[in-house]
């Protein structure tokens, strides 16, 4: 087990590594554009572009380009935005993290319990009324795109019921945990509700399938031979390998998510979350943020993807081995 | 016989409702099984044998199927029990092999794990206690180690050893009866042969009964005190082992013997009963077996019921006289 986890991350570091390689040939080797005038910022005068070229070693090998753009990245973390001249982007994407990540773990829990909760449901109750029903929530709440549903919590919390039954539903933005945790949680429970409904109807229709397959398999009428119940043969047996599929999905989700695809329901609910950051940087073209974002994302779902393949060797003995 | 039989099914009838019509599993299957008697099923595959089994187990989980008749165990009626009531029967008192063991044992778990899950179920032993015991059964049923193997996963053990685990997990309990589904289909030759063995070793240490359901005669000659032969869910002939591999009476039991390959023969070609097996959709009034049958008469319209005398019996229309010359004609 110990071995494998070593193994794993071993191969992650190095997708990591051909990862900023591509991002680095993407934004900085494309023929036609100068990267200069992309660094020093906006109306750069021709001492900072040329202080620029020598500091990034414009006019070297593109080896020696790329490692000096991660040293300027990683280790001196001195690059800058374009568009606000002198604005270091690393401490800003550093600072961006915590928020999506808050919203995203919350959020994570609360889709993961309801769609566990919901295909198991659903699938103990086949052919039943109970079965539809739970199924129709969950693909209606898969339907419902992310900006229109924040926008209508937003419309009935901070406007239409504003004054009555929702008069203490915080105005949009972010609290950090350790300044006030009750604020904390306050601030981030409509962003939470909302980005779990996306996700925990695909879950729970995701997982009952899974559910469904595996109390036809041969190893549920032995455990039914055996003499367990029915309880103990659904959580016990069929759910147990029908985790393993969802922690796959899981850990894409979960990945792509931190890595700013809760953009939508960040920019909503005003988080200033990464989402939020890429969201500015594309509008104005701010290519030294873009690629801290991009290079920020690809880490995090690349570690989350590692994350599940070990999680994925502890729920599956098959997989130790491979 | 003087002892009650353990299990007594008369009458089981098992029909599924499809959208071409009733589908009829089992049609009228009746047989006893004695205390400490290894009773075999045969027929070919959809002749009704594991269907039989499961039903009478409440394992068919088909929402459009129908059961009826009578099983009793230990004379109590089983059939139309509850999950619930089921419970302490299944794996407690009625243990049961599988025809696949590749897939019969949950991947996610140690085979130790599952059989200690087994005893916890239907006995009071601590863990400690189960796990002492999952021990012993592993060592009892062949496992080389089993101190080590306990902890091992079902995908690391062989086909053999797995089906081993299988045999181990239903006898954790000393059930009264085992049902054994192929339990050598899946299995290559040599290994069949080691856990029919083991079987029959088992069988005389815990005095089990066995029901052993196959398409193989040669499993039923090695194992089988009585035989129960099938054809499209209704039985052909049932009789003592003895009797019906050395005086088959039905000629379906004639072609399933015929169709055994033997060392001493000539014959390059294996023998075949010509036909395939009778749709259960379309199962003829008449007799089942009358359209691939080479002896058929008018008569053979109607459908022949179970008949015979000292314990053997067969659905034919055929005369003794008539056998006696078909089968003086038919063996050299």
């Not at chain 2, 902890?151 to 954790?172: C, K």
């Not at chain 2, 390059?268 to 009963?273: E, K, S, W």
Request: charged content about 20%; overall charge neutral; glycine content about 8%.
């Amino acid at each position: 087990m110990l071995s494998f986890t070593l193994r794993r991350a071993l191969s992650a570091l190095l997708v990591l590594f051909a990862i900023s390689i591509a991002v680095f040939l993407i934004f900085f080797a494309t023929p036609g554009v100068d990267p200069a005038a992309r660094i020093a910022g906006r109306s750069a005068s021709p001492a900072t572009l040329a202080h620029v070229r020598a500091a990034f070693g414009l006019n070297r090998p593109i080896f020696i380009r790329y490692l000096l753009m991660m040293d300027h990245l990683f280790i001196k973390r001195d690059l800058t935005s374009y568009v606000n001249v002198g604005l270091k982007v690393v401490p800003q994407v550093l600072k961006a993290a915590p928020i999506t990540l808050a919203l995203v773990s919350g959020a994570a829990a609360i889709w993961l319990t309801m769609g566990i909760f919901g295909g198991i449901v659903a699938a103990a109750n086949r052919g039943k009324f109970i079965d539809p029903l739970v199924m129709f929530i969950g693909i209606a709440a898969v339907s419902v795109p992310a900006y229109w549903l924040g926008e209508v919590v937003n419309l009935i919390t901070q406007s239409r019921l504003h004054s009555s039954v929702f008069s203490w539903v915080p105005s949009g933005g972010y609290v950090s945990l350790t300044q006030n945790p009750f604020e904390w949680a306050l601030h981030l429970l409509f962003p939470w509700l909302t980005l779990a409904a996306l996700y925990a109807g695909i879950y729970a229709r995701v997982l009952r399938a899974e559910l469904v397959n595996a109390m036809n398999e041969d190893y549920v009428r032995t455990a039914r031979a055996k003499g367990l119940s029915e309880r103990r043969i659904l959580i016990r047996h069929a759910l147990r390998c029908s985790l393993i599929s969802i922690v796959s999905l899981f850990g894409l989700d979960f990945g792509a998510l931190i890595g700013g695809a809760a953009l939508l329901t960040e920019v909503v609910f005003g988080l200033p979350g990464v989402g939020m950051l890429t969201y500015t940087a594309l509008q104005n073209l701010d290519l030294p943020v873009i690629m801290a974002c991009v290079l920020y994302g690809s880490f995090f779902v690349v570690l989350a993807n590692a994350v599940v393949d070990v999680l994925y060797a502890f729920l599956d003995p098959r997989v130790r081995v491979a | 016989m003087p002892e009650s039989p353990i299990l007594k099914v008369s009458d089981l009838k098992v029909t599924f409702a499809t959208r071409q019509g009733p589908l009829r599993a089992v049609d009228g299957l009746s047989f006893e099984v004695a205390p400490k008697e290894v009773v075999g099923i045969v027929g070919e595959s959809g002749s009704g044998k594991s269907v039989s089994m499961y039903s009478m187990l409440g394992l068919v989980r088909d929402a459009n199927v129908s059961i009826t008749g009578s099983v009793k165990f230990n004379g109590r009626e089983i059939l139309g029990l509850s999950d619930r009531e089921m419970q302490p029967i299944r794996g407690g008192e009625i243990g049961m092999i599988f025809q696949d063991p590749m897939t019969a044992l949950t991947p996610v778990y140690t085979v130790g794990w599952q059989i200690i899950e087994q005893l916890r179920a239907h006995t009071t032993m601590t863990k400690a206690q189960a796990r002492e015991r999952a021990i012993e059964l592993l060592a009892e049923v062949g496992i080389p180690d089993p101190r080590t193997r306990v902890d091992n996963y079902p995908h690391e053990f062989s086909g053999g050893m797995r089906q081993r685990v299988v045999i181990a997990m239903a006898l954790s309990c000393n059930p009264k009866l085992l049902i054994a589904d192929e339990p050598t289909t899946a299995l290559d030759v040599t290994t069949q042969a080691q856990i029919l063995d083991l079987m029959s070793k088992l069988q005389e240490t815990y005095n089990s009964s066995i029901v052993i359901i196959t398409h193989d005669m040669g499993v039923i000659a090695e194992m089988a005190h009585r035989v129960v032969v099938m054809y499209a869910g209704r039985p052909a002939e049932i009789g003592d082992e003895i009797d019906v591999v050395r005086q088959p009476r039905h000629p379906y039991t004639w072609g399933l013997l015929g169709a055994v390959p033997r060392v001493e023969s000539r014959n390059d070609r294996l023998a075949t009963i010509p036909g395939n097996a009778v749709s259960p959709l379309d199962i003829p009034e008449g007799c089942a077996f009358a359209d691939r049958c080479e002896y058929r008469m008018d008569i053979c319209t109607k459908r022949p019921q179970l008949q015979g005398d000292h314990g053997h019996l067969d659905a034919c229309w055929l005369t003794d006289e008539q056998r006696v010359s078909i089968r003086s004609k038919a063996t050299p």
